[in-house]
C-alpha cells in the first residue's frame, strides 16, 4: 500500500474526520500538525500546489486534496486502487 500522509491542525473538524475514515479502512498514514508551525504550513503550501486549508492528503507523495475530495474518491471508487489497497 503507498504511503498516507496528512496535514493537519489541531482544532480541524474536517482532519479529524479524515483520519477517522482512514483509520475504519484500516489504512495506514503519518500525520503532520502544521499548527502554528508557520514554515511547515509554508511546506505544505508548496506541497500541494498552493493550497492553504487543512487537511491536505497525500497518496504516495501525490496530493489528492482534503476530506471532501478524498471522499469523493472514494464515492467513484477510485481511492482504493489509488492507494494500491490489497482487495480493492
Not at 503507498?2 to 474526520?17: A, E, G, H, M
Not at 483520519?19 to 500525520?31: D, G
Amino acid at each position: 500500500m503507498k504511503d498516507v500522509t496528512i496535514y493537519t491542525t489541531i482544532s480541524c473538524p474536517y482532519c479529524r474526520q479524515a483520519e477517522r475514515f482512514l483509520e475504519a479502512q484500516q489504512v495506514p498514514f503519518t500525520n503532520v500538525d502544521v499548527t502554528g508551525d508557520d514554515a511547515l504550513r509554508a511546506k505544505l503550501v508548496e506541497l500541494s500546489g498552493g493550497r492553504r486549508t487543512v487537511p491536505q492528503i497525500f497518496i504516495g507523495g501525490t496530493p489528492i486534496g482534503g476530506y471532501t475530495d478524498m471522499m469523493a474518491l472514494h464515492q467513484k471508487g477510485e481511492l482504493f486502487p489509488m492507494l494500491g489497497k490489497p482487495g480493492a
